[in-house]
């Protein structure tokens, strides 16, 4: 499946100069509701899925991507108001969990010894995978990977370019300053296998497009 990652236009480039991204923590994404989608108004529940989010984050990170490019909210909010870039990969389509958006927190069972969810790995993946419904413009998909496989730099963790995580596409946002030349550049040996586009704005919908009038420029 096609996916794209929105970052400014400095991570951008460092993610094309050193073939990674960055994975996010569990705690560190921005909604508090994430991982805590579920009816929570027995105290004991609280506490039992508070520990297992924490228990996750210790071993497991993510990478968040959009099944679609032309939303301005995305390029907008993940993206430096325009001035970013959208990286497309090529991911397997079992390797990506789409997100359930819904009004309702989920009704989640516990064992009344253990305090560990019941339902095994379905209700987890639930769990893992369900948001808000007024985050649907993101179209999310999302990629988990065990921490300990990673590249660790400065405290962070990186997912290295692969098979699995095909790049494809490079967008160079509406507002970015970073000419298509230095992307090209920056591709070298997998620019036949890479498209760099600039973005647009449709002329008659709220879409981002490609301009096409950019496409000979940086030549």
Known sequence: MRVYHFVDSIHGLNNLALRRLKVSRINQINDPFEFLAADLLDSRDREALHKFKNQLDASVGIVCFSRAWNNPLLWGHYANKHRGI??????????LF???????RAKIKFDENSRTVVGGKSVVNK????KFSDWVYEEESRFFVSLDTLQKEGGLHFLEF???LLLKEVIVGLNCEVPLLSIRNLLREDLNLVRVKK???ALRAFKVIEDRTARNLDQ
């Open 199 to 201: 973005a647009g704005l």
């Open 162 to 164: 692969s098979p699995q």
């Open 98 to 104: 789409p997100v359930i958006y819904t009004n309702q």
């Open 86 to 95: 959208a990286l497309g990969f090529d991911v397997p389509d079992d390797s």
């Open 127 to 130: 769990l893992l995978c369900t």
